[in-house]
């Protein structure tokens, strides 16, 4: 029988699963936070996590990420067990994932160009004219002005700040972003254009992106299928999907007036969308999947 990394190896080669989370236990002291949870991502899809407050999203992202190590169960990214990996492995396996956490996401004292320029040099030996040539990519693709490469985060905006993470986060052309609430404290104008900014990253680069979320308006807007972390496992599935468990907190969440709410405006965040990229303010996009097709109304 084939081993369960060859079989995840396989997976990605087809174009399937880029995270595999089999079997995870997470216990801190006598709390047991995760207990034989399976979870996976498919290459390409945008996948929100959502969970009452100490349900474990941002402990499994840190998780995923190599920066809790689990007490027991298996996480393969791209295919490659991460428990198992040399260091040089784990490093070129970091290249490819971008993150972007609520706080902490820039150094103050670094500007942006500074800050988006630190994994670039950590992972790469590309020239100072190279260098500088990505940062100012990066700056541009997710809309900052040209001046605020030479800002300090202080002197930024928090909707402009956010995307400077993002800008750092994806510096080395990552293929999955992680985001830990990444629409927190942005009012929601400022949260529907990072939505848009990440659907139209997620199209233009085919980024997978794992977000947790507590931003109902988001999971609709731009989630391909959400995982609910409940009782330390999780259900995964669209939203539709997902109203149709017989759950009390999915009942509550989604059916409630701020889900139903959510669900309307999401309408609306379709029209926004399409109207970016009638308008040509939206980067050249593949065309939406089915899926997405259904999410933009
Ligand atoms: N390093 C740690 N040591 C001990 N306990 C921890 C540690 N990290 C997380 N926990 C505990 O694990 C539980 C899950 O934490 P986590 O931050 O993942 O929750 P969350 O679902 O992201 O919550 P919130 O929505 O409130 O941010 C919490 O009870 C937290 O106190």
Redesign the pocket.
Known sequence: MASSNETAQDQVTNGQTVINVSRLRNK??T?V?HDQLDFSVRRGEVMGIV?G????????LRTIIGLNRPSSGLIEVFGKDTSKLSVREARALQARWGVLFQDGALFSSLTVAQNIEAPIKEHTRLSKQLRQELIDVKVSMVGLPADAANKYPSELSGGMRKRAGLARALALDAEIVFLDEPTAGLDPIGAAKFDELILELQATLGLTVVM?T?DLDSLHAICDRVAV?LNKKVKVGTIAELIQEPDPWIDEYFKGPRGRAAETAKTHAGHHIGKAAQAGTAPVTPAPTQKRQEHLG
């Open positions: 801190f002291g709390q936070v969970g407050s100490g349900t474990g999203k941002s402990v499994l947790v507590h972390l």
